[in-house]
């Protein structure tokens, strides 16, 4: 079983997005998430969690957390959403350096914008870890 940690900024859209998405398709997988930005407490964005329920997920009861030294050694591996979170991460935690990377392309932060914008965002994060699963 692999531990998979998922990275963006406030830990309220794309990475709870990827969390659900990666589980879906890994159930026997460990997924967390978490910001390099977070406001700590923060529930999860409503069209992530309309994403979630389609998919038949939930994120009904995500609650936004910080990236911690604890996660980073919790994780085989660290997914992030763009190349500045994945430059963020190894400045802030070193350790991150060998399980760390970027999803291949930078995901764009969707927060305030329509659902459809989420759901490009979502099947963009999905295509991303199909190839990273498969490849």
């Given at each position: ?10 830990n ?25 930005a ?19 997920m ?47 392309a ?29 490849g």
């Amino acid at each position: 079983m692999s531990k998979v940690l998922m990275i963006c900024t406030g830990n309220t859209c794309r990475s709870p997005l990827a969390q659900v998405i990666l589980q879906k398709q890994q159930p026997d997988w460990e997924v967390r998430s978490a910001g390099v930005a977070a406001e700590v407490g923060s529930p999860a964005a409503a069209h992530s969690r309309q994403i979630a329920r389609d998919i038949g997920m939930s994120l009904e009861t995500h609650r936004a957390q910080s990236v911690t030294p604890e996660l980073v050694g919790w994780a085989d591996q660290i997914l992030c959403m763009t190349e500045s979170h994945l430059q963020l991460l190894k400045r802030a935690f070193p350790q991150s350096a060998g399980k760390a990377r970027t999803l291949g392309a930078d995901i764009s932060d969707p927060i305030g914008q329509s659902l459809a914008i989420y759901q490009r965002c979502a099947d963009q994060i999905e295509e991303a870890l199909r190839a990273i699963v498969v490849g």
